[in-house]
């Protein structure tokens, strides 16, 4: 090529919009894509989520071609492969002699931090440019956080809703109401059939990337089969479409509930595709608003659904980069237990924890009450090591990135952020598990009890939480309640249920089946 742009794009930027492709010239410039060792096994991703990454790459790349855009593709098994990110980009660089190097900012602090070293290494310039694929640009996240003591989602989310003109007249929520969560917490009654969603069977690319997937990481978590997230823009798009028509009505009013067997129920399962750019966030809350007008789903449906793309995912992106690098490093609650085996074996007597694991592994996916209110509850209440949970989380979810997982965990799951994402830890006890599951049915353990043999162990565990950190957790109003009950309970009933969780974390921490 000699001259021209060397425009790199990362595993979860196979956008079309991107900012890296943004006036590129395909008599001059290369696109460089590389797979590489060292983004399959920064942590030992779930296989499944190495085979989506992969083969989302290989189609993007297939894409840009049939465009006539010259790609330099590396493929994980070229003997040439540096696998760096680094290293291919040097390579690129002496191969096709660019006049500069382009990419759109990585969505982790531990990328973004390496490629601020690579322009000395290349030497010639190496712009990193803004992702503007959110809907809240970092400054603009900054501007609207700097200056407010309680920086909370649900007033950048009505911020959005404005700026973006979703589900509003003129300056009102439609409705009259900007949240509708109260209905959004109802028990699913046995019987309901959800809509199954779309599967997408491997084509002869995704089969050729799971081979080399099992091959080269079968000692990662999970396997490769059944693999069935889309990996184009046109299956993403007919994901959310179905979604929209089939399963968008009653996802409101089921969204916190939990039942055995099936953890999608009416959940999108649109989050890998938008981490990975195969869907834009704007046009997915357009269609959304869309089917409600429409009269394909009630506002309460369309408006949970928008809160969560809109809101929740742009505010933890928000908070990741405001907060970064010292955010990996907060442990409010001191919390130091190693992660148990449980996280990955899924063997356990809590058929909770059983269910939550076992979907997790098998499917690379688990919905959003699963994360916190089952793994992520748990870890919070055993006091497990932030770090290792992080690290946990990372590792198992096929839309796992930095970005949205450690907000999640590290701020919203365990509140070792001391209160940056939320306002009080979301401890819950088993009569929570029980009211919006049907988990405790197939229990070795009895949710109504908290101390004896059959006792549920979220229950005494809650109480020894209040008690461990009720000094720390004194001064939050939200957190009054319990710790007042904790503080009226008879000292013998307080001592009981302290033995028992004593008992039960030291089995824990032996390795029994708990
Ligand atoms: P739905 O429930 O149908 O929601 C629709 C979309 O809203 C999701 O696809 C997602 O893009 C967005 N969304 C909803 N809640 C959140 C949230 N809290 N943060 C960011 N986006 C949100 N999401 C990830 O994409 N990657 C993660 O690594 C991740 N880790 C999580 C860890 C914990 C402890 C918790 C509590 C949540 C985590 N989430 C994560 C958020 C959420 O659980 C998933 O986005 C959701 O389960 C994905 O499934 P879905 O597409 O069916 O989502
Ligand atoms: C997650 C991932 C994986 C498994 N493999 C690659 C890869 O081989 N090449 C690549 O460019 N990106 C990969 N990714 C995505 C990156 O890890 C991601 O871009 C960063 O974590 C920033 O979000
Ligand atoms: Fe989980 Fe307790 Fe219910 Fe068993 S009884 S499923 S451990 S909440």
């Given at each position: ?334 919390a130091t237990r190693p992660l148990p085996p449980l996280y990955w074996s ?11 694991v ?17 793994t992520?509850?748990f870890a919070?209440?055993a006091g497990l090591d932030p770090a290792e949970v992080d690290a946990w989380y990372?590792v198992v ?12 965990v590290?701020?919203?799951?365990l ?93 824990l921490d032996?390795g029994?089946?708990?």
């Amino acid at each position: 090529m000699s001259g021209g742009t060397l425009r790199l794009v990362l595993g979860d930027q196979l956008s079309d919009r991107l900012a890296a492709l943004d006036g590129l010239d395909p008599a001059r410039d290369v696109v460089l894509m590389a797979e590489v060792r060292d983004e399959c096994t920064y942590v030992r991703h779930h296989q499944k989520k190495i085979v989506l990454v992969l083969s989302g790459m290989r189609h993007f790349a297939a894409r840009l071609r049939q465009r006539g855009v010259r790609v330099a593709y590396t493929a994980l098994d070229d003997p040439l492969n540096t696998h760096s990110l680094r290293g291919e980009m040097l390579r690129a660089v002496a191969t096709h002699r660019p006049d500069r190097v382009v990419v759109t900012a990585p969505g982790e602090w531990r990328l973004m931090d390496e490629m601020s070293g690579w322009q000395e290494r290349a030497g010639i310039p190496v712009e990193i440019l803004d992702d503007d694929r959110f809907l809240c640009g970092l400054r603009q996240f900054r501007h609207w956080a700097q200056g407010r003591s309680e920086p909370r989602m649900e007033f950048f989310y009505r911020a959005m809703r404005r700026r973006h003109r979703l589900l509003m007249e003129d300056d009102a929520p439609v409705g009259g109401r900007w949240n509708y969560d109260k209905e959004n917490r109802k028990r699913m009654p046995p019987g309901i059939a959800p809509p199954r969603a779309p599967r997408f069977p491997p084509d002869a690319v995704t089969e050729a990337v799971m081979a080399l997937v099992s091959d080269r990481f079968a000692d990662h978590f999970g396997d490769v089969e059944d693999f069935s997230f889309p990996v184009t823009a046109e299956q993403a798009a007919l994901a959310l479409d179905h979604f929209l028509a089939e399963r968008l009505e009653a996802f409101g009013d089921w969204q916190d509930f939990m039942r055995a067997g099936d953890p999608v129920l009416f959940h999108a399962l649109v989050s890998t595709s938008l981490n990975l750019g195969l869907l834009d966030p704007l046009a997915v809350c357009r269609a959304a608003e869309r089917a409600w007008r429409e009269g394909l789903a009630p506002l309460n449906a369309a408006e949970g659904f928008i809160r969560q793309v809109l809101g929740w995912r742009e505010y933890v992106r928000g908070m990741y980069w405001l907060h970064m690098p010292g955010y990996r490093h907060r442990n409010a609650l001191a919390a130091t237990r190693p992660l148990p085996p449980l996280y990955w074996s899924g063997e356990t007597r809590m058929n909770c924890l059983a269910h939550a694991v076992g979907d997790t592994r098998r499917n690379a996916y688990a919905h959003h009450i699963q994360r916190l209110m089952i793994t992520g509850n748990f870890a919070l209440l055993a006091g497990l090591d932030p770090a290792e949970v992080d690290a946990w989380y990372l590792v198992v979810y096929a839309d796992a990135y930095e970005w949205v997982e450690m907000p999640n965990v590290r701020g919203m799951a365990l509140f070792a952020d001391g209160g940056i994402m939320g306002s009080k830890p979301y401890a819950a006890s088993g009569a929570y598990i029980n009211r919006m599951s049907d988990y405790c049915r197939g229990c070795a353990y009895d949710p109504r009890s908290t101390v004896g043999e059959g006792a549920c162990p979220f229950n005494a565990l809650y109480w020894d939480f209040m008690a461990r950190n009720a000094s720390r957790l004194g001064g939050n109003a939200r957190m009054a309640m319990p710790l007042r009950t904790l503080d009226r309970m008879e000292p013998a009933k307080r001592a009981s249920i302290r033995a028992q969780a004593s008992w039960f974390l030291d089995a824990l921490d032996r390795g029994e089946l708990v």
